[in-house]
């Protein structure tokens, strides 16, 4: 467990080539906002999470996953992460954050998320 990186992941560092690609700068990973997003946008008040498939039970073929050894403790941490996520996601609500949550799955099609990104940021928000 304690190799696996929290930040500078290859699907989070895909979105951020495709976020400064596209002409947008944002910060990275600010611990005092709930959750500590990914990428955040000040300026157009959104942040974007960026997800793993199997640690966050995406409903794509990766987050289906079910590991055979202690599946127990594999289901209650990935229960856990995902209930943690939704109450993290309310929160930046609550403080007027636009959300957009990328799953690693979307990654493999970079034109695709491109779009998706765009859609997301250029749509009207102002500072919460």
């Known amino acids: 467990m304690s190799q696996i990186r929290g ?20 910060r990275l990973h600010r611990s005092d906002l709930p959750g500590t997003p990914d990428l ?3 300026r157009l008040g ?10 966050h039970m995406h409903s794509c073929r990766y987050g289906a ?10 289901e209650k941490k990935r ?4 209930e943690r996520d939704e109450r993290k996601i309310r929160e930046l609500k609550e403080q007027g954050w636009d959300v957009l949550v ?13 779009e998706r990104l765009r859609d ?9």
């Open 40 to 42: 955040v946008f000040p």
């Open 7 to 26: 930040k500078d992941t290859k699907p989070e560092l895909i979105v951020r080539s495709l976020a400064h690609r596209l002409g947008y700068r944002f």
């Open 65 to 74: 996953v079910k590991p055979a050894t202690n599946a127990g403790f594999w």
């Open 46 to 55: 959104k942040v974007i999470l960026v997800h793993g498939c199997f640690w």
């Open 120 to 128: 997301f940021l250029s749509s009207a928000k102002k500072k919460p």
């Open 102 to 114: 990328v799953w690693e799955c979307w990654t493999r099609d970079e034109e695709r998320l491109r």
């Open 79 to 82: 229960t856990e992460n995902r």
